[in-house]
C-alpha cells in the first residue's frame, strides 16, 4: 500500500505579507505532484496556538498519513531549514529522523535547532509529542521555508521534493 504523505502551510499573519512562502511551495508542490494518490495537502492553517494544532491533530487522525511534512514561513532566513525538534517551556522533543542524511548533498537546506517561539515551534511540538503519546509509526517534520524569489525558487524546490522523496524511501 502507497505511504501516506500529509503537507502543511500557513496562512500569512501580517497586513505586509501577500502570502505565506510555506503555502507558496505548496502550491507549486501541488501542480507539480510527483504522488497523485498519496499526496494530501492542509493549507493555509491559521496562524493561531489553538487553531493550528487542533487541524493539524484531527487531519493526522482522518488520513493517517505515513510523513507528515509541516512547512512553516522563516522571512528572516535564506535556507530551507529542516528543524530539529519542538520546544514547550524546559521540554524538547526532538525528531528521531536522521537529519544529516536526509538533507545530504541538498543545495541550499541546514539543520536547524531552533524552530523559534512562534506557532510553528508550537505546531511541531505539539505533533512530536501527539504522534509520541498515540505511539504512532510515521515520520515528522517541520520544514521552515525562506521567502522565495525567482533566484532561489530553482534550488529550494528541488531541495524540498528530495527531502520528501528520501522520507519516502525510509
Avoid at 535556507?79 to 524538547?92: F, M, P, Q, R
Avoid at 520544514?143 to 524546490?157: D, F, I
Wanted: aromatic share 8%.
Amino acid at each position: 500500500m502507497p505511504q501516506t504523505i500529509l503537507l502543511t502551510s500557513f496562512a500569512t499573519w501580517q497586513p505586509y505579507q501577500r502570502s505565506n512562502s510555506s503555502d507558496d511551495l505548496l502550491e507549486i508542490v501541488s501542480r507539480q505532484n510527483p504522488y497523485p494518490k498519496q499526496l494530501h495537502f492542509l493549507r493555509q492553517i491559521p496562524v493561531d496556538f489553538h487553531v493550528a494544532p487542533a487541524q493539524l491533530l484531527a487531519k493526522v487522525d482522518e488520513l493517517q498519513p505515513s510523513i507528515i511534512l509541516c512547512c512553516g514561513m522563516a522571512e528572516s532566513r535564506c535556507l530551507l531549514t529542516v528543524e530539529s525538534n519542538g520546544k514547550h517551556g524546559d521540554e524538547v522533543i526532538t525528531t528521531p529522523l536522521d537529519l544529516e542524511s536526509l538533507i545530504a548533498a541538498l543545495r541550499i537546506t541546514a539543520i536547524s535547532h531552533d524552530a523559534g517561539q512562534f506557532v510553528c515551534n508550537w505546531l511541531y511540538y505539539s505533533l512530536l509529542k501527539y504522534c509520541r503519546e498515540q505511539k504512532l509509526q510515521n515520520h515528522c517534520l517541520l520544514v521552515h521555508v525562506p521567502v522565495l524569489t525567482p533566484q532561489n525558487l530553482e534550488l529550494v524546490v528541488p531541495d524540498f521534493l528530495t527531502i520528501m522523496q528520501r522520507l519516502l524511501s525510509l
